[in-house]
């Protein structure tokens, strides 16, 4: 994709993502997105088949931000401890949904419900990261980092946890100091979910 077609997209991107954080899914027309940034619907359609497939776009552009901001804890002698990896994958995490509010609040609070194909992608974001965190919390108890016990709560509560900390700090209902919020889950942490 040539670089002019690609911020072409990106514009698009932007002008949709703030619309649907506006309005949501459901009230949101092409015609919303092509007045906003001023272009016809024929350059929209140059770009995404309709609505689904741009609010498809924005999902998967942060499910995908979110997985890549997760590195798994390495357990090499020279590498940090297990909990600065933690407080690390944290902080990023918590960066990313800060730096970019209404994508949080479409992907977190509206992608659920607007179609069987999206939230299949989006179930299986979820079930992807649940093995993943799974095979962490495993790992984490073998060595006696987390606490020993039954690993689905955990992530249930973990993954819940997570997901409406994000909505609440973008929303304003917490504190928006990403410092603040990576203390907050690690004292959390320390006293439910790791070991002593």
Known sequence: MSDRRERRRRQILAAAKETFAAKGYVATTVDDIVTRIAISRGTFYNYFDDKL???EALVEGFMASIAGAIVEIDLSPAAPTPREQLRANLRRTIDLALEDPATVTIALSTAMG???????KVSRFYGQLRVFMGETLETGQKLGLVRDGDRGPMLSIALG???GLLLDAVGGAVTGDP??????????????????
């Open 114 to 120: 607007v179609d069987a194909r999206l939230d299949e």
């Open 53 to 55: 497939d741009i609010f």
């Open 161 to 163: 946890g997570l997901e």
């Open 179 to 196: 410092d603040e919020l990576v203390d907050a889950v690690m004292a959390f942490l320390e006293s439910g979910l790791l070991a002593p």
